[in-house]
């Protein structure tokens, strides 16, 4: 069974940095594509980045030039770089991990942002 588990998150002050990391077991990781996607409430849940199999990267306009979005395929793990954090990136970040046979998420880390 597939499972996936965030860590990383917590409270920082605008303009502050923080890393993501996500680690997935139970499946042959290189083989996975991996994304990262947040959740603030009231909103609907949307993409950050994504990094495919073969490490082609696609990101959000609002992640462009402040977050990187990494993979180490012998650590199992994908990460998220965050940098010149604002209040308005606040949200659970979450974590899917996919392939032909389906998609899997994890349950988040919470990261907050204040002004």
């Known amino acids: 069974q597939v499972q996936v588990l965030e860590s990383g998150g917590g409270l920082v002050q605008a303009g502050g940095s923080l890393r993501l990391s996500c680690v997935v077991s139970?499946?042959?990781?290189?083989?996975?594509?991996i994304g990262w996607y947040r959740q603030a409430p009231g909103d609907q849940r949307e993409l950050v980045a994504t990094?495919?199999?073969?490490?082609?990267?696609n990101s959000a306009d609002s992640a462009m030039g402040r977050f990187t979005i990494s993979r180490d395929n012998a650590k199992n793990t994908v990460y998220l770089q965050m940098n010149s954090l604002k209040p308005e990136d606040t949200a659970v970040y979450l974590c899917?991990?996919?392939?032909?046979?389906?998609?899997?998420w994890g349950q988040g880390t919470q990261v907050t942002v204040s002004s």
């Open positions: 899917k991990a996919w392939n032909w046979q389906g998609d899997y």
């Open positions: 139970g499946s042959t990781f290189p083989a996975l594509h």
């Open positions: 990094i495919s199999s073969r490490s082609i990267i």
